[in-house]
């Protein structure tokens, strides 16, 4: 198993430019999630996923949308970037409740944003 | 709405002492998950050790073990015979039991330093 991959590992962006950050999973896992990671404050949930075509907003999702067309893959697209949106972003995965280890996430290995 | 706190942004240990890293929590659940994540600097999110809140007995993997007090609302983990490779950034982190997206609240995170 592969785990949770995430591509890319690094980027630059200009302001208003538009990318996808891509992140898959092999375990089968019906949970993920993204989250952005911040100096001082921790990761913070950005959007998640119970599931193939089910998606919901987190702590802050604003300039940021998902879609989740397999159970497999689960991107993160910036629309138009910002210097705010600088940051590691990390991708998660789990199993769904009612399963033994469902409370534990997987990460990913983050991608570092930079946008200029 | 729940949070976690995470007072000490920084600590440091001598090898082969034992730290204690302290994590406070904020939730009207009675049922829920806490956890400690390390991030080396390479970023990757490794899970450390984990608490279920209906389980009176303190979680203890290796070297790690915590110190659960639910009316306290208290989670602090001790890392015994401290080691270089523990210098990392420690996360303390909340889920609900049965919640849906597998979502976490971190705290803002202890970065631990271990001199040899």
């Known amino acids: 198993n592969a785990g949770v991959t995430q591509t890319p590992k690094f980027q630059v962006l200009k302001t208003g430019q538009s990318m996808t950050l891509q992140c898959a999973q092999d375990?089968?896992?019906?949970?993920m999630s993204w989250y952005r990671q911040d100096p001082g404050m921790g990761l913070r949930l950005i959007h998640y996923?119970?599931?193939?075509?089910?998606?919901d907003q987190g702590e802050v999702p604003n300039g940021y949308n998902v879609s989740r067309s397999t159970t497999e893959d689960f991107p993160l697209r910036l629309l138009s970037a910002a210097p705010s949106q600088t940051s590691v972003y990390f991708c998660?995965?789990?199993?769904?409740?009612?399963?033994?280890?469902?409370?534990?996430?997987?990460f990913g290995p983050g991608t570092r944003l930079l946008v200029l | 709405a729940q949070t976690v706190t995470q007072s000490q942004p920084e600590m440091s240990v001598q090898e082969a002492e034992t730290v204690t890293l302290s994590c406070t929590y904020d939730t009207s659940e009675s049922d829920y998950y806490l956890f400690w994540y390390k991030q080396p600097p390479s970023r990757q999110m490794i899970l450390v050790i984990r608490?279920?809140?209906?389980?009176?007995q303190n979680a203890t993997e290796n070297r790690f073990s915590v110190n659960f007090q639910k009316a306290a609302k208290s989670f602090s983990l001790k890392i015994s015979d401290s080691q270089l490779g523990d210098a990392a950034m420690y996360f303390c982190?909340?889920?609900?039991?049965?919640?849906?997206?597998?979502?976490?609240?971190f705290g803002q995170g202890t970065e631990l330093s271990v001199k040899p």
């Open positions: 996923s119970v599931g193939a075509g089910i998606t």
């Open positions: 998660a995965s789990s199993y769904t409740p009612g399963t033994s280890g469902q409370e534990t996430q997987y």
């Open positions: 608490q279920e809140a209906y389980k009176q």
């Open positions: 375990m089968n896992h019906e949970y």
């Open positions: 982190a909340y889920t609900e039991l049965y919640n849906q997206g597998g979502k976490l609240i």
